[in-house]
């Protein structure tokens, strides 16, 4: 089975701070994701990449950035850290079947969630 | 863009009860077509998916039927228990983009 592992379930930071969320995969996934959640708005792709050091603008990267220096572990990092991005983050994983920059049609696989508190 | 809508929760239902969730899309080209369960605490899982039009994906009881005429994937099943109580989330890949999910649907099954 495919493991995706976020490295803190919960995590509490104060406003300005630097925030690093990581995420593995063990499943030499190419393509890596990072979503977050909040109620009444569903899922929202912040940034994504499809190989080692590519990165790509999701619908809201304002505010964060990302870093992917080997292929199994892609970090979202908040630069200064602000009340409204408390949320939940999601990261996930899918293989590109060996095509490049390709999403095909397989699933994605899904860590736990972090639950980020910004005070 | 790609889009997907689903019905808006919470749905509320009797243990036993027939479970219908809507989900519609608008895509470009051939879509593939998801739902994603999250039970309370955790990450998404896949619950089906379905590639071409006229399939039907299911699993654990729940159906859904990849309609490209009504461009429909409502999610389907006969009997629920209280341990389907969850948020499902319908999602579609088309062309050479990400999954684009619907906002979700909360169930709640009731003994």
């Known amino acids: 089975d495919v493991k995706v592992t976020q490295s803190s379930r919960y995590l509490v930071k104060r406003t300005g701070e630097k925030v690093f969320l990581e995420c593995v995969q063990d499943m030499d996934h190419e393509n890596m994701f990072w979503y977050r959640q909040d109620p009444g708005l569903g899922l929202r792709l912040i940034y994504f990449?499809?190989?080692?050091?590519?990165?790509e603008k999701g619908d809201i990267p304002e505010g964060y950035s990302v870093s992917r220096e080997k292929k199994e572990r892609f970090s979202l990092i908040l630069e200064s850290a602000s009340t409204n991005q408390t949320s939940m983050y999601l990261c996930?994983?899918?293989?590109?079947?060996?095509?490049?920059?390709?999403?095909?049609?397989?699933?994605?696989?899904f860590g736990d969630g972090t639950r980020l508190s910004i005070l | 863009g790609d889009s997907v809508t689903q019905m808006e929760g919470p749905v509320t239902l009797s243990e036993e009860a027939f479970l219908t969730i809507n989900c519609t899309y608008t895509?470009?080209?051939?879509?593939?077509l998801f739902w994603y369960v999250q039970y309370p605490g955790e990450g998404l899982q896949l619950l089906l998916k379905?590639?071409?039009?006229?399939d039907k994906g299911s699993n654990k009881g729940f159906e859904a039927t990849y309609r490209k005429e009504t461009t429909s994937f409502h999610l389907e099943k006969g009997s629920v228990q209280v341990s389907d109580s969850a948020v499902y989330f319908c999602a579609l890949i088309s062309g050479n983009t990400p999954l684009v999910f619907g906002k979700g649907t909360r169930l709640s099954v009731i003994a």
């Open positions: 379905a590639t071409k039009a006229d």
């Open positions: 990449s499809y190989d080692v050091k590519m990165k």
């Open positions: 996930a994983s899918s293989s590109s079947l060996g095509r490049a920059r390709s999403y095909s049609n397989q699933p994605q696989h």
């Open positions: 895509a470009t080209g051939y879509p593939s």
